[in-house]
């Protein structure tokens, strides 16, 4: 049976245009900070001002000026000449829950709303969060907006290999030492297995490994979605850093588990298989876990659903095809 829908859910499921503000400070390409200064001071916005947005004669957005660069520029200026021209917009399909998301990524004051056309329609700023923060009698809704929200969106949005590497490495330890004890317990039956190469006893902790960053570097991808469709350029940009990423994880993965195999078999075929097929296949799974659920997005299929399972069997495609051939080429 489907449970209701409570009403922090419900308000989170809201269009954000419907929250959004039309009296914000509009500024005009073709006008000089001394111009745009003196049209804000006879026709002021109702409401209050965080950023000035540039817009053409058909209201397509076209930048942002901070309210120090107005203040500050010389009359004669042209505004089109201080503006930031890279605005985070919100579409105005976006919900509140995705435009929460957008003020926790992005950290800004305010959000422009635009339609598909790149127009600009209103703008949401951060007053219609703290009102429903300063009212007593919404302090339990709060708590739910916020672990609806999540608390670790920002891990989606890492530019840093090494920070990456290090708030998703202690996740493998535990994948570590399950996929070890499974493969000292195949050992048990060494005699049943005499006729099968040594590497298959790692075989359960290569793939379990390989499986885990697969599913770590999906979930963080759909994270950083919402409410969003990437261009090419930035999918390139987004494997660029996972690819550092996986290369940091998968280095301290194989290092790991090879260093076991060495102190547990002594076989350096063995050894030298697990520390590539592992590094390899981990490398590889982080690459495929970020491209599947933006190529998915990339041509408008929902990723929530297929990313997982695609992400999964082609890791472990790639696992397997990667360890058994350089078995092959050692052991050749």
């Not at 203040?71 to 042209?78: E, G, H, S, Y």
């Not at 060495?262 to 350096?268: D, F």
């Not at 030298?272 to 981990?282: P, Q």
């Not at 970020?290 to 696992?319: K, S, W, Y």
Request: proline share 4%; hydrophobic share 50%; net charge negative.
């Amino acid at each position: 049976m489907k449970t209701a829908a409570t009403p922090v859910e419900r308000r989170l499921n809201d269009s954000v245009a419907e929250h959004m503000r039309t009296d914000f400070a509009r500024l005009s390409a073709k006008q000089t900070v001394g111009e745009a200064l003196d049209t804000i001071r006879r026709h002021p916005p109702a409401g209050r001002i965080i950023y000035f947005y540039v817009v053409d004669e058909e209201d397509h957005l076209l930048g942002v000026v901070p309210t120090r660069r107005l203040l500050l520029n010389d009359p004669a200026v042209r505004v089109v000449d201080i503006m930031v021209r890279e605005v985070k917009t919100i579409p105005r399909t976006a919900t509140v829950l995705e435009a929460c998301e957008f003020f926790t990524n992005h950290r800004l004051l305010a959000f422009p709303i635009v339609d598909d056309d790149k127009r600009l329609l209103g703008i949401v700023d951060v007053e219609l969060y703290t009102d429903e923060l300063n009212d007593p009698d919404r302090r339990e809704g709060n708590d739910e907006l916020f672990q609806l929200i999540g608390v670790h969106l920002s891990d989606a949005q890492q530019t840093s290999s090494f920070a990456a590497f290090r708030s998703r490495f202690p996740w493998l330890i535990a994948n570590i030492g399950g996929g070890i004890l499974a493969a000292f317990l195949s050992g048990v039956f060494e005699a049943e297995l005499q006729q099968v190469v040594a590497l298959a006893l790692f075989i359960p902790v290569v793939l379990a490994l390989a499986e885990s960053v697969s599913i770590q570097s999906v979930s963080l991808a759909l994270q950083s979605l919402r409410g969003a469709t990437p261009t090419l350029s930035a999918i390139l940009k987004k494997l660029r850093a996972e690819l550092g990423t996986g290369l940091l994880l998968g280095a301290a993965c194989a290092a790991t588990v090879a260093t076991v195999a060495a102190v547990w078999l002594g076989q350096i075929v063995v050894v030298l298989c697990v520390l590539g097929g592992i590094a390899g296949s981990v490398t590889c799974a982080a690459i495929i876990g970020t491209a599947i659920p933006n190529l998915l997005r990339f041509f408008h299929r929902e990723p929530q659903v297929a990313a997982g399972p695609i992400a999964l069997a082609a890791a472990d495609m790639v696992t397997l095809l990667i360890y058994f051939s350089l078995a092959r080429w050692l052991l050749a």
